[in-house]
């Protein structure tokens, strides 16, 4: 994300929604951790709407720990103080120390006695139910992502000011800075490390730059320290240069049935991340070097909208034609709609309201539409453009972050637009995510449920989960409706 | 497997048994190809029981396309001709072209014009539910697995002795020969090759070679041309080179956290390997090279066996050590006990009783009970040795090789030992698998089925799932049943 305040339109019409709180309980133990086994949620209530010109009730989506809410507030301005925004970060990745109970929007020490450890330092993000760490191995892209939500927090959101949150936030940095390479005259990040830092694997891929890149920009910004942006930057130009240079991966050997192709989520994270170090830069800015990466991105991103502009296609050729076979019919909604908010930042920050409405119904409405999973609610984790079967065995799967991001988007959207249909959607995905995901008894959203919704596996963190939608969603869906409620 | 005949002893004891007769019906189209809707099963009759001193009854195990049975017999020797034995290899990766009303045993010539085409030759694996291919990439190890498969059929079951079997073959063994090594000058086969051959992606592994190497062998045996046996050996070399050097993955660079470490299925496929091209010739029996490598393999794979003999882990490190966190607690049922029946097989061959009770013991029955997974049945994709919820997020499907592997391991360790208790197991793995894995639509195996057996991937073959395993377990089994039959 560029900024913290994505742009404050007013509201254009008629507007209803409504908050839900939702309570979950009786989580019964499973045979083996991981089972089918769900909690059963109840609905506790469902608050009035919400109109257009007073707020007749409070916003409030709430899970048992993590709780994003305005406590009381009325158009303009409102009264609610921020102080009653409540975005628990104890539920990023860690919560065995900290019990549902504890004080909403309060950050709890015990965190990082957790997450941290004193000589190599870095994060865990193996995390089973409970919090215990299952596996102590350090994912360089989760070190780099909790990086970034610690600084973030600790700089935009007043009540996350906390010396101990930056303090772990440059713990986890100065790990990156030590650690990240395998070798340190080459700008190629391992993919994981061992607990004491120690190289165990690298990936052809350029996310773990990206998130190198995203994580030391925002620490710069947190502590004022230079010598992180620099590195961030490094990290950054490494990415852009293997993404050009060499779209199947960098140190890939070129194969002739492999021509180059692109993956959504390469251009998604460059677009991303020269948003995030280009804020408020000069080279942020029309014409400057980063604000030309975005704009390069922000293109590669489009040709993903294919099939008149119906499908977003997760694998494009470098001249955007479609691909054959299972690769080029894949649609994974949850990147097409992370991408999607991506461009309609970038899209208003240009003032380009062709490219703004291409993101919110192209990259948005079209995904959620298609990947909507009725009648078991839900996007799929992946689908195929012509109805197949993908070969993905996941494929039907319902994961935490495709949710997280389509939150995120269709506030953004609505923030953008006032369309009230954009509530009604983002109060199905709502819905569908606080009483599914999160768990009532030891906090934290679970990661990967079946189909049907039963619970797939139980771990809180692993290789892919970590300390970042989650809390990525929900302070900027707060930030989203703070701009929502404080408009026009 | 290193002989199609693995050794003959006698029945030892009261032996019953039961063979069951399954029929599927009611298949309901799914909204999504690949929807949770499954056939509903029927039980048609239960034969009597198979008595050690007068076969009493068929046994036969049969569903909808694939039967696998002797029609009628009689100890010893029995009446049963060849004929009445029936293993339909239209089940194989081929589904459109053969009803489930064709003749039995008759292998379908409509069979090649699907899989094959002229130019370039191999085979399609990505076919649908009804056998409409679906992407024409051609996996290496599956080209090799299916050319394996018919040549096995071609050489060793008589009915199965046609000329456009082996010209199939042949075909798809010529076509590894051009293609498989994206550089002619080194022996490493590509994971991937466009239809047109143009090598798509290389893996850091040793399989796509070793499925080369079986392939060519059991060609050159079925052709009585040396020259595919010459280059099987060039394989199998080079896979052992990379297995024994660099046991991470030929071509790895090092790193400081990635100390060598062994996988499970890379001393099982140079042990099935070394079987294959050592069975029957100089060098595959005591003292020859490939021996050697048979018993260096075996000793490898027995370090897996962990925890006091009650765990087969799938990952340790070269020293036979477990190792730490996830990777170090894996469990792959599947793999355990598939390594069962070739450490059974190697160790009758050398006549050691101790190996052969280990092989059933440690890596049949062990993994046999870990990985069941009660009450749903089946067998779990993988465990964690402690317990605790694995990072796959297919851990709890039910696959179908796992249980093609358990039916071919329970009979020979049955055939081993004679221990009524193993024919009730292979009766609970055969009744679970029979009910839920045949299409009775358009023939052959689902692969993927949800923990509730609901089907999760309605493709008939991918990547994974080619013309290997189901074909392989009921052509073992027959050749098992007809040992056992006709034993002491």
Partial sequence: ?????????????????????????????????????????????????????????PL??????????????????????????????????????????????TFNPGVRALTTHPAPSGFFSCLSRDGTVYDETKYVWMQGRQ????????????????????????????FLLRCARPDPRVPKA????????????????????????????????????????????????????WAREEPNGPGRPPLPGDPPRQALAVPMMLLYSALQLGHGRPDGSAGGRLASLQDWAAQRLRLHLQRGRTAVLEHVSQDGLELPGSLGRLQNPGHAIEAGWMLLLHARARGDMAAADEAIDGFMLGPLDAGWDSPHGGLLAFHDADGLCPTQ??????????????????????????????????????????????????GEWFGYLNRDS??????KGGPFKGCFHVPRALYMCEELLNEILAGP
């Avoid at 921020?82 to 929007?105: C, D, F, K, Q, Y």
């Avoid at 039907?396 to 637009?417: D, G, N, Q, S």
């Avoid at 039963?454 to 771990?459: D, P, T, Y």
């Fill in 190 to 241: 391992a993919f994981a490390l061992l607990r004491d830092g120690r190289a165990a694997k690298v990936q052809r891929s350029v996310f773990s730059e990206c998130f190198c890149a995203l994580a030391l920009d925002e620490l710069g910004r947190a502590t004022g320290n230079a010598c992180y942006e620099a590195a961030a930057r490094e990290w950054l130009e490494a990415a852009e240069r």
């Fill in 147 to 174: 990086v970034w939500v610690y600084a973030r927090l600790y700089r935009s959101v007043p009540r996350f000011r906390r010396p101990e949150l930056l303090e772990a936030a440059r713990a986890g940095g100065e």
């Fill in 60 to 105: 409030q989506l709430r899970c048992p720990l993590w709780t994003l809410s305005r406590g009381s507030c009325s158009r303009p301005g409102g009264t609610g103080s921020p102080a009653n925004s409540i975005l628990s970060l104890t539920s990023g990745s860690v919560i065995r120390t900290t019990p549902s109970t504890a004080p909403e929007g």
């Fill in 454 to 459: 039963s619970l797939a596996l139980s771990i």
């Fill in 393 to 442: 065995l996941e494929w039907a799967m319902k994961l935490w972050w495709p949710h997280a991001e389509a939150l995120v988007a269709l506030l953004a959207a609505f923030a953008h637009r006032r369309d009230p249909a954009l509530l009604r959607r983002f109060e199905q995905v709502a819905e569908f995510t606080f009483q599914r995901f999160p768990d009532p008894e030891h």
């Fill in 1 to 57: 994300m560029s900024s913290s305040r994505p742009g404050s339109p007013g509201v254009q019409g008629g507007v209803a929604t409504r908050g839900v709180v939702w309570s979950g309980s009786n989580h019964a133990p499973s045979p083996r951790d991981g089972s089918t086994q769900r909690p059963r949620w109840r609905r506790r209530r469902r608050v009035r709407a919400l109109g257009p010109d007073r707020v007749r009730a």
